[in-house]
């Protein structure tokens, strides 16, 4: 097994990812390609950190960042979709092209 | 008494208008008649100071500077609270004492559009101190200072009261006068360099250029610096043309004071300060300022030829008037300059004079346009007459004052002082003698193309146009009876000025 | 000083007339006269609409003027009596030689040590100032080689000629005091000396002359008036301005400096433009009063200029008999001189209506009739001439007068004779042809002057304005009783019999005009025709042969044109529609005392060797009473001899003239008597004849070219262009000026301040909103682009990475 081999899939994931957070006009298919981002990062970090051999042992800290990770991501997940349900309120739509209340 | 004149006489004639118009502050707009009131009384109580000065002013004596007061003021720089009157600048501080109250007495039924008598009159008065002050200033600071607190009044009465155009007008008025007053400061202060910066004071400072040896090179460019200031003011060719917009635009009142005193404020700084301190380079720059006034006299009369509108058409006549004044201030002989200030003062009351008659057939017509005019003896016949009066005074007829601030000043031309092109003086002898050709001519027009002839179909039943009324009668007779007076005894201003003039040009016999 | 006095010793006496210093208190005090006539012009303008009855405002003028005809007439008794005194006290002590440099009053009694002793100052200071002049090399040398001449000159002159010998002359009594005074100019006199003005009278034959012909025609003229311009719309302003005339024209003459002469002269002026403007409702007057000042103002530019050129080469004096003394004693050089007398020249020929100045005087007849007789024909327009005489050495030097042919003011004036005769003409308003008339005469009076006749010159204005001033008034005389047309075709003809008073005295007064034996004209006709030189043994002053011709020409013209004007006016068939009656007593007097003088004052100067004995004894007392003494403070002249056969011819002359007139309308009253001109005459059948009448019918297009050539170009286009220019050119600066500073500062605000400087710090606050401008784009408030751009920022990092590393 290389390394590089799951560098590749994180990557392509990584780029699925940001195509559909990027193309994708649904909030929660947005929501749900921002976790497939996240996902490819957990991949790369895990793999790191198997891969990282210090004195010919293998790492734990690239596993600790992905738990870590999938935490915070639970927790995004959750806001996300408050913000997704209340938008769905005040618009009927969840368009996210139509959500343009961050400009200044 | 004479012991409070000589040392808070001229402190209290210059400042008390400004007292005035610090007591109108208090008093609510809507009350006018008390605004006016005041307004009159603060001018008529300044010129019984001025009278009680005058009364008290050695006249053997008028090269002397009298009632002098010299304290420090800004001593950082050396300036100082220098004041004093000499028989230069008396004629000009009596011609402003005389004008403020007659033009305070027309406003009594002549407030312009958009009303507002308190501030109206608040402004004449600061207006009333800046030219006080500019006269007695014999500190070039000081002057500087009451030079630039004239330009603010003025600019709102032309921005506030003026005519359609007078943004335009107003604003250009203001930064003209205050790009030539820059330079005007940078002359100064270069002159404060050079000299040592020891003093501001202009009869020092005199003597501090002849003392120190300043380049002639030097002495040029300051010069130049001044002319720039002075001669906008004045204004020559070819920096006349803020005066004809500023004169068509203010209210009546602005033009008479614009046209009787604020200009003579640049022909006086040319005698009081320019020549005496820098005569040599007033050699150099005399030939100069001599084709200036000499291209200004035949031009303004041109421009005069070419107006449609009253208003315009006097203003510009300014221009050529001035060219009368300046030519005579550049032979730089006593005579030459004696001959300008009698025509400062001739032309103050002249042009003031047909300023306020242009005003009253405004207010009677609603237009100045000469076309529309005509027949203003049949419908008006006694304003007519003075029309034709001032006309006549205007164009330089011997026997009124204009004739003794023209034709010595044509005759100084023939002989100018040492140093100085005589052929070329000569030429603008003959072009200035031309010039009164031209004079004639676009006064007589004016005169026959507003006063003779019958009244158009369109004013020939106006009920509004009436002769002369009261205020008129009151504001404009001194006028009237001053121009037949000085035009008999001429004595009576060169006398005066005499003695300070052959003063003020000894620098230069040096 | 002892050059200058020296020369004047040696030569004086030998060049010199004998003189005295006449004195009374009358001399030193004819300024009164003027003083008269102001203050009835300042009452009558202060009082003259309340004056109780405004129509007889007429009585205050009345009364001053009166008043001052009787000081003048005094004056001038006083004067004559004076003069013949001393005539008579002359034969008992031989010398009364006095030193010619003080010229002043000798006072009798203490009032006038004051007098006294400011006429001194007046003119002793101004000899220092002469002393001064004359002690330069250059012009003591000149004083010298002049005062030669005029030694020569005067020893033929007292040798063969006898005529002034056993008269001692009256010297002028001068009295000034101080006006103003000024600062000097420049060199040693910027040490502060003081140049002072004087205002003064002179009372000398010339202006004591003038004093009495101003009052006498003005007084007529008042009188006249009452009934004349009776229920005028403004018979008060006419009465004002009457008085303001008669005052500034006494106050012209009796100037002592050129100064006081400039005063005088332009408010002449003005009063002629109120007076020829009085009907100003219609247009045509005040363009005529415009036409009147203008013109004279044109000519003003010379009179000043010639002023300050004498002002200058006298030391800065404007003292009239310094100058003439100067002038005299070699004190000017002759360049300041021809220069001087050239540009005066200017102003004569545009007061007293010389060729090419002369297009307003016709013009000026739009005013009142009255008006026209006293300013347009007896006084004012005479200025000029009377200029001349008051500073004569200056002129004859100035234009080399002596012993010449020709000069520039005689030709002038010979011109002027011709051209306005001719011009006569062809006018149909009888005015007109009197206005025409006066030009030429004055063309007479110039000539005269010209050639060095003096006292002819002076004499022919003398009559001139006594006939002058009579054919006018009769001309008002009948357009008041021809329903006020001064039409001659029209208007007028046979009204010799409808009003016969009219007719004898414009008989009289054409007689005196044309120069027929013995009336006034004929006189002074014919010494100015002696005085030219021309005609051979006359003796006088040069050759004018050319002019004498000239002269001749316009004495066939002037009776020519006025007998056409009689035969229009009284002869052949009345063409009114009115019926024409003499006019009233307060008009006719005037006629008839006028004609009266047209008679008689001729012969105040009948040349010496007529009529016997009688010539020597009566003849030439004008030339007696008003000649200065020569040598003084006037030059040195000759007079010419008379000449019997050059009066005849001039007679013959005329008479031809007029009889060629006379048959033409008598030939063409034969075939139509109503007809005026003959409807197929020359004009028609000859090409060059059609010419010359167009030419003079449009007054040799000297107006054209004055309104075409000059005055509307400036009016129009001219002024336009500088107009333009200065709206467009010298304003457009000024504004571009402020355009550009206003571009420049929105350019400086706008990139520099806002954009570089302050965007550079929007870290902070709102100037980071304002700068954010561009930024803004990009913050669309999508969180897809925000996304877009951090993955695309992510990229690019990592592309720069990836290349960097």
Redesign the interface.
Known sequence: MYLTQYLLLAAVLFCIGVYGVLTRRNGVMVLMSIELILNAVNINMVAFGVFNHVDGQAQVGGAVFALFIIAVAAAEVGVGLAIVLLIYRNRQSIDVSEASLMKG | MTEFLNDWGITVLVFLPLVGALLMMFIPAKDEESHKLIALLTTVATALVGIALFSEFDFDRTADLQFDVNTSWISVVNANYHVAIDGMSLPLIALTLLVVPLVIIYSWNHIPDPGNAKMFLMLILVLHTGMLGSFVAQDIVLFFVFFEVVLLPMYFMIGVWGGPDRLYASIKFFLYTLFGSALMLVAFLALYWNTGSQTFDMQELASLVAERDIPLGTQVLIFGGMFLGFGIKVPMFPFHTWLPDAHTQAPTQGSVILAAVLLKLGTYGFVRIAIPILPEAAVEWAPWIGLLAVIGIIYGALGCLAQTDMKRLIAFSSVAHMGYVMLGIATLTPFGINAAIFGMVAHGLITGMLFFIAGSVKDRYHTLEIKRLGGLLVQAPKMGWILGFCTMASLGLPGLAGFWGEFPAILAAYNPADGVSTSLFRVYMVIAAIGTVFAAGYLLWLLQRTAFGTPSDEFADDPEITDMNMTEWIAWTPFLVLIVLFGFVPGIIFDITDGAVVESLKTLAR | MSVFSSATSIFAAAASDESFQPSDWLFENVWIVPAIMLASFVYILLFGKTFPGKDRVHFVGLTAISAALAISLLTAFTWITQYEGEQGDHSAQTSAFVDPSIVTAVDADEEGDKAKDSSRGCLAESNVVGDLRASDDEYALGSLLLNDIGSAELAVDAGEDGKGAGHIKAKPVVRCL??????????ES???D??KFHIGTIADGQSIMMLVVVTFISFLVHLYSTEYVKGDRRYVHYYAFLSLFTA?MLFMVLSSSTLQL??????VG?CS?GLI?HW??E?PN??AA?KA??TN??G??GL??GM??L??GAGQTFDIQTINYLAVHGGLSQTTMTVAALCLMTAVMSKSGQFILHTWLPDAMAGPTPVSALIHAATMVVAGVYMIGRLYPVFWFGMSIEGSPINALAFVGALTVVGGGALAFVQNDVKKVLAYSTVSQLGYMVLALGVGAYTAGMFHLFTHAFFKACLFLGAGALSHACHHSFDMKAEMGGLRKRMPVTFATFMIGTLALVGVFPFAGFWSKDEILVGTGGFPSTNANGNYTLLLIMGLIGAAMTAGYMTRVIWLVFFGEYRGHVDPHDPPPVMKYPLIILAGLSVVTGFLNFPADWFGGLGSRFGLKFEQWVEPPRGDTFPVITHGDSNFLLAVIASAVGVASAALVWTYYQKLYAKDPSATEVTEGLRSKNKLAAGGYALLENKYYLDDLYQGGI?DP??GP???A??WL?QNV??E??NTA?RTSAMLGRFVYRYIDQGAIDGSVNLSGTSA?ES?GLL?KV??????N???LM?GAAALLAAVFILAI
Do not use: C, H, P
Request: hydrophobic share 50%; no cysteine; glycine share 12%.
């Open positions: 101080e006006w103003f005074s000024t600062g000097s100019f420049g060199g910027a040490t502060g003081t140049l500034s400039i005063v005088g002269w332009e408010l003005v433009f403007g100003w409702e247009k005040s363009d415009l000042f203008l103002r044109v003003d530019i000043l200029v300050i050129v002002f200058f005055a400036m009016k001219i002024a336009r500088a107009y200065n010298i304003d600066v000024v402020g909103s954010g803004r913050q669309t408030g999508r969180v897809r925000y996304a877009s993955f």
